[in-house]
């Protein structure tokens, strides 16, 4: 099978509970739903297959002077490699999970919740849209909840969603002290920031 691959890159992981660590994001081109702050471009994609995308992976990672930490990583507790997109549960299936994990690669995803979570996922990051009702989620648990806030009704996914952790998150940090007050006021959620965005990286 092949995938509609929009791009693979290696930085730190910016949000949620993987803050600060070396990830390997595969961004799948294509999503079920539309939302106006979305930061993929699905008008183009490369087709790869599972071994492309793995071998992808390896170039970015492996044997690279800016790079010396990377087989540490792999060997202490599993490369991370996050499917995201767009909306990973489109593609992402057995074949490529299988593909990643006989490389040890420590797999997370972030969804929409509105597909099954494909076999083999490791990490799930539930990150639901306004376009999604209580009624046509799917999941009803995951690792980590993470919402950009938006002024919506996000009590509903906390009462709804089993998560270990509850994340809410400023839209591209343009109102995080209207996040910082809500989350003062509902201290069940934890403050997840874009930090990639803050510090100038992918």
Request: proline share 4%; with cysteine; glycine share 6%.
């Amino acid at each position: 099978m092949n995938y509609q691959v929009n791009e693979i890159f290696y930085t730190l992981q910016g949000e949620g509970y993987f803050t600060g660590r070396p990830a390997v994001f595969v961004r799948f081109s294509g999503c079920n739903l539309k939302c106006p702050f979305c930061d993929t471009k699905f008008d183009s994609f490369t087709l790869m297959s599972a071994e492309d995308i793995v071998s992808k992976i390896q170039s970015l990672t492996s044997n690279s002077v800016s790079n010396p930490t990377a087989s540490a990583i792999r060997q202490q507790s599993g490369l991370l490699v996050v499917l995201t997109g767009g909306e990973p549960t489109l593609q992402v299936n057995k074949e490529l999970t299988e593909a990643l994990h006989r490389k040890n690669y420590f797999l997370a995803i972030e969804t929409n919740g509105t597909n099954p979570i494909p076999e083999g996922i490791d990490w799930i990051t539930y990150s639901p849209k306004e376009q999604i009702t209580i009624h046509n989620q799917v999941l009803d648990q995951a690792n980590e909840l993470k919402i950009v806030y938006l002024g919506q009704d996000v009590e509903k996914y906390y009462q709804s969603v089993k998560a270990e952790h509850y994340y809410l998150q400023p839209c591209s940090n343009r109102n995080t002290k209207e996040v910082v007050n809500y989350i003062l006021q509902h201290p069940h959620w934890q403050l997840s920031l874009q930090t990639q965005k803050i510090i100038g990286i992918k």
